[in-house]
């Protein structure tokens, strides 16, 4: 079973993905940790998107496809994978079906998160991470058993720059702006399971089971 999951920033796009990847034994491949890991073992895929990344310059699109293309050729693949985070745009869609199809392999589902905007920012606005080991609180929903104390390591919690109102409501605008025409174009290919998460992630993924069982997925 071989997905892609899409979600806005707050939707809860991480958390799905990990139950997913439990449940059904898949590789949850992320394209920053792809990125981290090419670089730090100094691969020659590493080398080359560093040089770009060291220029403040975007790393290309037949860079990234070539790193996801050499993660996703290892053993823990083979019985199924979440790519999250890939593809970002059109292009990198287009690309990453090419790259597939070259390898007899397909996507078999485009995982879509939904939440309603005022219920991302309510839950984003109030989300604190640990400024020590980077645990992840929220004060309505998961606070700390002391104020401002991580549980796990008794380090600072904050409040992330990026989580206030007004940055949030730009990183929903530039995500619905890039995300939709991908949304479109694996519509139009039968590939959208959705997955609701206005209420809670246990009936987000039921949602999704229910999407990929309709389909003869699982």
Do not use: W
């Amino acid at each position: 079973m071989n997905l892609i999951i899409l979600g806005a920033p707050g939707s809860g796009k991480g958390t799905s993905a990990t139950v997913l990847r439990e449940k059904y034994s898949l590789a949850h491949i992320s394209t920053g940790d792809i990125f981290r890991s090419n670089i730090k073992n100094g691969t020659p895929l590493g080398v080359e998107a560093k040089s770009y990344i060291d220029k403040g310059e975007l790393v290309p699109d037949s860079l990234t496809v070539s790193m996801v293309e050499d993660r996703l050729s290892q053993d823990d693949c083979k019985k199924g994978y979440i790519l999250d985070g890939f593809p970002r745009t059109l292009a990198q869609a287009e690309a990453l079906e090419e790259m597939l199809a070259k390898n007899n392999d397909k996507i078999d589902a485009v995982l879509s998160i939904i939440v309603d905007d005022e219920i991302i920012k309510d839950r984003v606005g109030s989300r604190r991470v640990c400024e020590k080991c980077g645990a992840s609180f929220n004060i309505k929903f998961k606070p700390t058993m002391v104020p401002g104390v991580c549980d796990l390591c008794a380090g600072n919690v904050i409040q992330r720059a990026d989580d206030n109102p007004e940055t949030v409501a730009n990183r929903l605008t530039t995500y619905y702006k890039n995300t939709q025409p991908l949304i479109d174009f694996y519509a139009n290919k039968g590939l959208i399971v959705e997955g609701n998460n206005n209420v809670d992630s246990n009936k987000c993924i039921a949602d999704i089971e229910n999407g990929l069982k309709a389909k003869g997925i699982i």
